[in-house]
């Protein structure tokens, strides 16, 4: 089977860094998504990596090893709207674009 | 250019009704995928389409749920004699190609009663 794993849940101040980990044990890869989920609303893109290294964009920075099944997503200066649930998911082949989920993360940023 | 438009954003059903979800993909994308996200979870994939043929329905359950992308019109997520586990938020996507990146929809929100 596919699994993906993250944090439930976590919470952080307002101002500071947050690093929301992901790892993944699946049967293919062929790249890795972040995707930003409000309270009943649509999941928006964050970022994507295929190969190792950091992918920096603004506040939000995401990260890849291919070699340890991992990926993390770095959030700086942490805003009150940042509180939302973080989703990790991987493109398992080449057959399309069909996300495999984890179960989110849900970030509650406090004053 | 619009993005992916789901209709409807809420639905109500009665236990043993059909349901059917629209999804028009943005301007220029041939490639759908339907998700099933239950209250408190993760999105699962369901089935991934492009006009006229279905390409991988492994995430779909075998009975009473269905779906289609015509050459013309939207793609249809159809949920037949619904019972209350169907009720979840059900999310559309679609990419112009694969590999590339996958916009969502708004969602439709079925509840069964």
């Known amino acids: 089977g596919q699994n993906i794993d993250q944090p439930t849940e976590m919470t952080a101040t307002e101002g500071a860094i947050v690093q929301i980990n992901c790892t993944y044990q699946?049967?293919?890869?062929?790249?890795l998504f972040w995707y930003q989920q409000h309270a009943g609303e649509a999941p928006t893109f964050l970022s994507y990596?295929?190969?190792?290294g950091l992918e920096e964009k603004g506040r939000f920075s995401s990260f890849l090893s291919r070699s340890k099944g991992y990926s993390y997503l770095l959030l700086k200066e942490l805003q009150m709207k940042d509180s939302a649930s973080y989703l990790c998911?991987?493109?398992?082949?080449?057959?399309?674009?069909?996300?495999?989920f984890g179960g989110g993360t849900r970030l509650m940023v406090k004053p | 250019n619009a993005g992916v438009m789901q209709n409807p954003r809420h639905l109500v059903r009665r236990r043993g009704q059909e349901a059917r979800l629209r999804c028009s993909p943005m301007?220029?994308?041939?490639?759908v995928y339907w998700y099933r996200q239950l209250p408190e979870e993760g999105l699962k994939f369901m089935v991934y389409?492009?006009?006229?043929?279905?390409?991988?329905e492994s995430g779909m359950p075998k009975e009473r749920f269905s779906a289609e992308f015509p050459k013309e019109g939207p793609s249809i997520l159809r949920i037949q004699q619904v019972v209350r586990g169907d009720s979840a938020a059900y999310f559309c996507?679609?990419?112009?190609?694969?590999?590339?990146?996958?916009?969502f929809g708004q969602g439709t929100r079925l509840t069964v009663v």
């Open positions: 699946t049967s293919g890869f062929n790249g």
């Open positions: 996507a679609s990419s112009p190609e694969h590999g590339g990146e996958a916009f």
């Open positions: 301007k220029g994308h041939s490639h």
């Open positions: 389409l492009q006009k006229e043929n279905i390409i991988d």
């Open positions: 990596n295929v190969l190792d």
């Open positions: 998911a991987v493109i398992l082949n080449n057959a399309g674009n069909m996300l495999t």
